[in-house]
């Protein structure tokens, strides 16, 4: 079973429309990502959470929002879905017992909206 | 602004040959390394981890490091198909647990 889970793994849905990308981890990692990816313009940081109670914005936070209900799951929503929000979407998380330590991704989530 | 810079390529070796994908970054307290290989549509996959000066093997994979001219280098030995794929280099810069990505280096082996 893979480590970081993201469903779903493809979504096709339409524009306005309420979306919600989840992420559970069994690694017991406490910090936990979110990024998109377009084609030629590498991985961009949506938000961040270092624990349950951490929550912080990345480079392109707005028109998205997260919810990390435990330690384990990290939620990201679209309110309001528009096309340019056509991408595909990792989770990633990381050890936080120290601060220098790589990222394990998701097998992600490819978002369509239409 | 933290900027890490990789050649997009894309880079074409010979199976068989070393192939040689470098990455350069702004931040000259940066402590932490990392090399990641991306197959198209696929999730970023962890392959290496650097944190002092010089080189780190791990089977046909060497990551060089060099804090002084501030680059990092990934060398991968015996060169196969199976190795084409796109090589993601990240940046864990002083007083951040953030890392910063590289655009990275689509890499072809032909046979």
């Known amino acids: 079973d893979a480590d970081v889970t993201q469903t779903p793994r493809n979504r096709i849905t339409k524009t306005g429309k309420r979306i919600m990308l989840e992420c559970s981890q069994t690694k017991g990692h406490d910090r936990m990502y979110w990024y998109r990816q377009d084609p030629g313009l590498g991985l961009q940081l949506i938000y961040y959470?270092?624990?349950?109670?951490?929550?912080n914005k990345g480079e392109i936070s707005d028109g998205y929002s997260v919810s990390r209900q435990a330690q384990a799951k990290f939620s990201l929503s679209l309110e309001s879905a528009i096309p340019n929000q056509t991408a595909l979407y990792f989770c990633?998380?990381?050890?936080?017992?120290?601060?220098?330590?790589?990222?394990?991704f998701g097998d992600g989530t490819r978002l369509s909206i239409l | 602004q933290k900027e890490v810079e990789q050649n997009s390529g894309p880079l074409s070796v010979p199976e068989g040959a070393i192939a040689s994908l470098n990455c350069t970054y702004s931040?000259?307290?940066?402590?932490?390394f990392f090399w990641y290989r991306q197959y198209s549509g696929k999730s970023p996959e962890l392959i290496m981890s650097?944190?002092?000066?010089g080189d780190k093997e791990d089977g046909r994979f060497t990551a060089q490091l060099n804090k002084a001219s501030q680059y990092v280098s990934l060398l991968i030995r015996d060169s196969q198909p199976s190795d084409s794929a796109t090589y993601l280099c990240?940046?864990?810069?002083?007083?951040?647990?953030?890392?910063?990505f590289g655009r990275g280096t689509s890499l072809i082996v032909h046979p």
């Open positions: 931040d000259r307290v940066s402590q932490s």
């Open positions: 990240a940046v864990i810069g002083g007083g951040s647990y953030i890392p910063t």
């Open positions: 990633a998380t990381s050890a936080g017992d120290r601060g220098n330590q790589p990222q394990h």
């Open positions: 959470s270092f624990d349950v109670k951490d929550i």
């Open positions: 650097i944190y002092s000066n």
